[in-house]
Nanobody, 115 residues
């Protein structure tokens, strides 16, 4: 099981920026895909961005051009840089690690964007 610890959430005004971090308990090279998902109140959890072990990136259309996923393999950490935040980005953001055997989730970090 991969332990994931997220941090970096908070309250920000519309147009502002935040950077989320997710530290994994094992080398992220051994994880097929790491990603960020979010869940707003009353809504289903949705994909935000993913990065594969080979470095391929994928983004939800709603965040393209505003969010950037990246990683630091020396720190076993995946980041989500969020710029030009909008009130509709308000949600709990979860880190995800997917291997061929299982999928693990972090505890989530709250992001609140005020208008």
């Amino acid at each position: 099981q991969v332990q994931l610890v997220e941090s970096g959430g908070g309250l920000v005004q519309a147009g502002g920026s935040l950077r989320l971090s997710c530290v994994a308990s094992q080398t992220i090279f051994s994880i097929n895909t790491m990603g960020w998902y979010r869940q707003a109140p009353g809504k289903q959890r949705e994909l935000v961005a993913t990065i594969t072990s080979g470095g391929s990136l994928n983004y939800a259309d709603s965040v393209k051009g505003r969010f950037t996923i990246s990683r630091d393999t020396t720190r076993n950490t995946v980041y989500l840089r969020m710029n030009n935040l909008k009130p509709e980005d308000t949600a709990v953001y979860y880190c995800n690690a997917a291997t061929t055997l299982r999928t693990d989730w972090g505890q989530g970090t709250q992001v609140t964007v005020s208008s």
